[in-house]
């Protein structure tokens, strides 16, 4: 797992039921769309559940379920609360 510091880490690293903060995104095709759907700095998020195959994963972020893929949660950076 790469950490920035002991408490960023990739959401994709996030383990179920571990809340976090939203710290930033690196560049991707679907950085815009997951803004708009509430993926944004400052917001609280936490893993709700990881498919049996381990991809998606379906997060709870403002106040409602969203399912990505890991692929696209490994470019979404949080700080562990």
Known sequence: MKLIDEHVVRLSHLP????????????SEFRLTLMEMGC???????VEVIAPMGDPMALHIAGY?????????DKIWVTIQ
């Open 65 to 73: 379920y969203l399912s990505i893929r890991k692929a696209e949660a």
């Open 40 to 46: 944004i700095e400052g917001e609280p998020v936490w």
């Open 16 to 27: 179920v039921g571990k809340k976090a903060v939203i710290k930033s995104h690196e560049e």
